[in-house]
């Protein structure tokens, strides 16, 4: 039987350390982001599902972009590595009124649900994406320039 592979040291998401306008100076994970892996991590529904709101006019092969979130045309020109890291981990504090979830928050929710079972859940919950996977986004985020 194989054994897994050790997963790199990593920030667990209530030790993140935002700055006043939410931007996160290091980085969440030992491993550099990959941005072949944040592409697919945007455009897969059953992980980040980025694409559902956002849009990259680029991405011809992503189906069914969104138009709730804005436009990531360009987004590596208007935010630094450590705004993108903070806007994916949780973009609520940067843009109070932002739509977009919390993508590595596991507690502080105002009304958590239990999956789709219509119970509360209780926290902590899990981040919808780890810190590798955060780091994998933004680097590929970064990449989109005018």
Request: net charge negative.
């Amino acid at each position: 039987m194989a054994s897994a592979m050790p997963l790199a040291a990593e920030t667990a998401p209530q030790d993140v350390a935002y700055d006043d306008i939410g931007a996160i100076a290091e980085p969440l994970s030992e491993t550099a982001g990959n941005p072949e892996e944040g592409a697919k991590i945007y455009a897969d529904k059953g992980t980040g599902n980025c694409v559902a709101c956002h849009a990259i006019s680029a991405r011809t092969d992503a189906e069914f972009q969104g138009n709730i979130g804005p436009s990531l045309d360009g987004a590596g020109d208007r935010w630094s590595v450590e705004q993108l890291r903070g806007i994916v981990a949780d973009a609520k504090r940067t843009f109070p009124e932002s739509m977009m979830p919390s993508m590595y928050k596991t507690a502080g929710y105002v009304r958590p649900g239990d999956a789709f079972t219509g119970k509360a859940g209780t926290e902590p919950l899990p981040p919808l994406l780890n810190a590798q996977q955060i780091e994998d986004v933004v680097a590929y985020i970064a990449t989109l320039k005018e």
